[in-house]
């Protein structure tokens, strides 16, 4: 089977940098993506690692460490509208199989 | 329209209607998903269909029943639901396989209250 394990909750201030991690346990993995959700709406796509290291778009990070099963969100430069819920998701074959999200409440 | 739709946004039921969602994909992707999210859980994976071949069905009951005519429509026939069926049905599209799967996108969802 396969498990997924995020913080449940995470806050910080505007302008900070906040990490999310996530540690899974799967057989056949083929990457780790992480989607964004807010409030009502629907999750969208932020990133994906298929390989180990760090990946950069804009203000948010992705990183993954295969042999340690980890993984990580970096948000920098926090604004108000990224108080949202995230979560990390794995590649298994054809489907994707998603974490219990992290809600982020950034504050002024 | 762009991206994918489902339609209706918001349904409420009782137990023995029988109502359908429906999801439109207009993104030329080969792989459509439906997805439950309920409150403080995980979105759990419910149908995969790849080239509109049903690849999985993750123990779901027999009261949902997919139905996928081509790769761009995805239906989600419901009849005999229970109240724990309440939750918000979200479909997704990607370009498929192993790799394509890991980038969803997905519709707003359809919010449904069983009565």
């Known amino acids: 089977g396969q498990s997924l394990e995020q913080p449940s909750e995470v806050t910080a201030v505007e302008g900070a940098i906040v990490q999310i991690n996530c540690t899974y346990q799967t057989s056949g993995f083929y990457g780790l993506s992480w989607y964004q959700q807010h409030d009502g709406g629907a999750p969208t796509f932020l990133s994906y690692?298929?390989?180990?290291g760090l990946e950069e778009t804009g203000r948010f990070s992705s990183f993954l460490s295969r042999s340690d099963s980890y993984g990580y969100l970096l948000l920098q430069e926090l604004q108000m509208k990224d108080s949202a819920s995230y979560f990390c998701?794995?590649?298994?074959?054809?489907?994707?199989?998603f974490g219990t999200g992290t809600r982020l409440q950034v504050f002024p | 329209e762009t991206g994918v739709t489902q339609t209706p946004r918001h349904l409420v039921m009782g137990m023995t209607n029988k109502k359908s969602l429906k999801c439109e994909q207009h993104l030329g992707h080969n792989a459509m998903y439906w997805y439950k999210q309920s409150a403080k859980k995980p979105l759990e994976l419910m149908f995969v269909y790849n080239f509109k071949e049903q690849t999985e069905n993750n123990s779901v009951p027999s009261r949902f029943s997919p139905e996928c005519p081509n790769s761009s429509h995805l239906f989600l026939h419901l009849h005999t639901l229970q109240p724990e069926d309440s939750a918000l049905y979200l479909c997704a599209s990607s370009q498929g396989g192993s790799s394509g799967a890991n980038v969803l996108t997905f519709g707003a969802g359809s919010r449904l209250t069983v009565l």
């Open positions: 998701a794995v590649g298994v074959t054809d489907k994707l199989i």
């Open positions: 690692n298929a390989l180990d």
